[in-house]
């Protein structure tokens, strides 16, 4: 997921007032509970993300769901706050970029890995282990199976992507051929 400049500060604010609460988890367990209710429902996500429906209505409707979840009072305000300045639609990449922040706070660095095969628990360790030395960091690995890849692997570290895929190199091979003619 590519994230916003403006998801980037928001989630910035959060996680700075967050710190000075000592409420780091807290809020990102509600703030990921709140983006789970409005991706399960998406009638009421929809209600958010529509500029014909009145701001003052969306509020009355936020309203009624901080009641039901009943955040604390750091989460309510930052809601609240995204639908004063209608980007509610953003909330999943602040979501990201929040969980990004606590990560690196934690010394925790999250890396995806696509494979076309299922990683034995062996190659899993040793790939984990290589990037955690590489980074300097406790390494969690999110492991994905795409038979597509042929064979190979796909690496992805925040934004950047390293493609060691069969499926990747056959395609540049295609393309030096058509180069080549």
């Known amino acids: 997921m590519i994230i916003s400049d403006i998801a980037k500060r928001y989630a910035k604010a959060l996680f700075d007032i967050a710190t000075e609460e000592k409420s780091l988890q807290e809020t990102q367990g509600e703030l990921d509970e709140f983006a789970r209710v409005l991706n399960m429902n998406k009638d009421l996500g929809d209600v958010f993300e529509d500029p014909a429906i009145k701001s003052d209505d969306k509020k009355a409707i936020l309203e009624k769901v901080i009641a039901a979840m009943e955040p604390s009072v750091i989460t309510g305000n930052f809601l609240r706050l995204l639908v004063d300045k209608d980007r509610m639609s953003i909330l999943d990449q602040i979501c990201q970029c929040y969980q990004n922040y606590l990560d690196d706070a934690a010394g925790r660095l999250r890396v995806g890995v696509t494979t076309a095969f299922p990683l034995s628990n062996d190659l899993s ?13 406790n390494v969690q690995l999110d492991v994905e199976e795409d038979p597509s890849l042929l064979g190979g692997i796909i690496v992805t570290v925040g ?13 540049s091979i295609r393309e030096l051929i058509r180069e080549e003619m």
Request: proline share 0%; hydrophobic share 25%; glycine share 4%.
């Open 159 to 171: 934004d950047t992507r390293y493609d060691g895929s069969v499926r990747n190199q056959l395609n």
């Open 125 to 137: 360790e040793q790939i984990q282990q290589k990037l955690a030395k590489m980074t300097k960091k």
